[in-house]
């Protein structure tokens, strides 16, 4: 289980590949936002599961690759 409060704002979120998925923005509940203004997001929030996290140091690593995780992650409504 990952200790959800080592993640903080701004760290950079990299996939299983090491691709740029962006920056987090902030956690909520199982979710992490991550910040709109980021050129990976277009400038959108966008929210990926904690469940995606495979490890964190000084990046936020997923266990699914950039792609995937852009293909799968869910736009956040206005």
Do not use: C, Y
């Amino acid at each position: 289980m990952v200790d959800l409060a080592l993640i903080k704002e701004h760290l950079e979120v990299v996939g299983s590949d090491g691709g740029h998925v962006g920056r987090v923005d902030h956690v909520s509940g199982d979710q992490i936002e991550l910040a709109k203004l980021d050129l990976a997001g277009g400038f959108k929030h966008h929210m990926i599961p904690v469940s995606w996290v495979d490890h964190i140091n000084e990046h936020v690593h997923l266990n699914v690759t950039k792609d995937d995780a852009k293909a799968r992650w869910t736009e956040k409504p206005h």
